[in-house]
T-cell receptor
């Protein structure tokens, strides 16, 4: 069975701080996909990144970066120089057809 | 291009009633998935349709049903509503043709907030 664990329920930071959101996944599939989504207060899930199990290269997109480590089954997400607009709930997910989501991490960035 | 659209945005029903939620995918996307998100939890998979065929079903009772139309839009139906059905219902569309069948990126709509009294 597939499972995603986001142990951090809520994180609060002050603007310009760096913050890392943790994600640990479980799967028996040899080919699998990992995702991060952002859910602002409006409720719509916004796609951030998709990663397949064969690509362990870390990725950077602006202030966002992702660290994928198969050895520890982790796919962590770092926001550099956080901004108030980053305040949202962030979900990590895995799946090969349906998505299995973690319980989410609420990030609050204070000015 | 327009994203995934859902209607209605909000809905209030009473126990025992029936509800139909609607979803239009991103133009060109042939796969639609439905998720239920209870407050404080991550979304839970309900159904996935691809080319009008059911491709997957989550662990939900038979009161939940769905279908996909020739234009790839979709409906989610819930019968005999219970208080516990109160949730945000999210629709997502994807394009297996572009990314391969299985593991394709799902793009979500704004959701329908259902309140059952």
């Amino acid at each position: 069975a597939q499972k995603v664990t986001q142990a951090q329920t809520e994180i609060s930071v002050v603007e310009k701080e760096d913050v890392t959101l943790d994600c640990v996944y479980e799967t028996r599939d040899t080919t699998y996909y990992l995702f991060w989504y952002k859910q602002p207060p409006s409720g719509e899930l916004v796609f951030l990144i998709r990663r397949n199990s064969f690509d362990e290269q870390n990725e950077i997109s602006g202030r966002y970066s992702w660290n994928f480590q198969k050895s520890t089954s982790s796919f962590n997400f770092t926001i550099t120089a956080s901004q108030v607009v980053d305040s949202a709930v962030y979900f990590c997910a895995t799946g090969t057809d349906k998505l299995i989501f973690g319980t989410g991490t609420r990030l609050q960035v204070f000015p | 291009d327009a994203g995934v659209t859902q209607s209605p945005t909000h809905l209030i029903k009473t126990r025992g009633q029936h509800v139909t939620l609607r979803c239009s995918p991103i133009s060109g996307h042939k796969s639609v998935s439905w998720y239920q998100q209870v407050l404080g939890q991550g979304p839970q998979f309900i159904f996935q349709y691809y080319e009008k065929e059911e491709r997957g079903r989550g662990n939900f009772p038979d009161r939940f049903s769905a279908r996909q139309f020739p234009n790839y839009s979709s409906e989610l139906n819930v019968n005999a509503l219970l208080l516990g059905d109160s949730a945000l219902y999210l629709c997502a569309s994807s394009s297996p043709e572009r990314e391969g069948l299985g593991g394709e990126t799902q793009y979500f709509g704004p959701g329908t907030r259902l309140l059952v009294l």
